[in-house]
């Protein structure tokens, strides 16, 4: 099936499993924030891929629905709550819950999200069940314990590339894997191949995410977001980890001064931009993602699936990765 196919499939179970009337009673204000934020769309990435590595492993990719929903009301329940502690304003060019309502209704909604998210994986039973709740469980904790990585880095005067690479790991990477593994598991797929399409799909975040670390930068105004967001913030990326790492102990002290003014300073962008391009970090980041990628190649090669489902699986990274870098 194409993935349009699978999105289209996905967001009317979604509509008529999550979001239906009948399903939120009261208290509204528990209810309503988590309507909005599963209404405010996104590329449904997560579930997509569940269903689609289900159907590539020869199962009922309708089978793997409800997975495919835990994943999608799980990372929506991880915005709701890294937004808070970003004090974000918008998401997804809207007001962000608890800038629309209050930080307490986003903690509460955000934690009632997390507990429907459980509730779909009850319509699996026996193996299937403990597989991808103990597969869940586990990348749920890894998605907390980047969140905490992400902030440490936000106080920390020095981050290591490891550390970030670990960091960006847990936060994207491991998710983006899950959600293949669990379509696998549905489908009755061996060990070996589920955790096959795992690697594939960490990989694949792994290049997703630095990617967007690039684009932040470098990419154009199709990109959809705002460009040098990520240096306004003073967010230790990829590309100022690396050039902190590269730069002469003078450039050092200018780029550090640079990042941690949190004032407004309209030249900001370009000056930190200009050191990465002068220590040509600009072209590591894009050795860096083709890296990944072609580890995530190299792990559908291995895969006991037929020629015609590993192009599909390429295609899919392809299109996935194929913005204005």
Known sequence: MSIDHYKEVFLDYMDNQALAQ??????????????????????????????????????????????????????????MHDDIMDEALIRRGKATIHHKWDVNTGILSGDALMILAYQFFENYEGDVFKKIIALFNKTALEVCE???YDMDFETRNKVLLEEYKKMIGYK?????????????????????????IYDFGYNLGMAFQLQDDYLDTFGSKDFGKKIGGDISENKKT??????????????????????SDKKFNKNKISEVTGYFT????????????????????????????SVENKNILKQFSDELMHRDL
């Open 22 to 79: 009948e399903n939120f009673k009261e208290p509204q204000n528990l209810y309503q924030p988590i309507q909005y934020i599963l209404k405010l769309g996104g590329k449904r990435l997560r579930p997509v891929l569940t269903l689609l590595s289900c159907d590539i492993f020869s199962g009922d990719y309708k089978q793997a629905l409800d997975a495919a929903l835990a994943i999608e009301m799980f990372h929506n329940f991880t915005l």
């Open 146 to 148: 980047g969140q905490q």
């Open 172 to 196: 994207t990477a491991v998710l983006i894997g899950a959600a293949l593994k669990m379509g696998a598991i549905i489908a009755k797929a061996g060990e070996k191949e589920a955790n096959g």
């Open 238 to 259: 990829f590309l100022v980890i690396k050039t902190l790492e590269l730069a002469s102990d003078e450039d050092i002290r200018a780029l550090s001064e640079l990042l």
């Open 278 to 305: 002068k220590y040509k970090v600009d072209e590591i980041i894009k050795e860096e993602i083709k890296e990944y990628t072609q580890k995530a190649f190299e792990e559908i090669d291995k895969l006991l699936i």
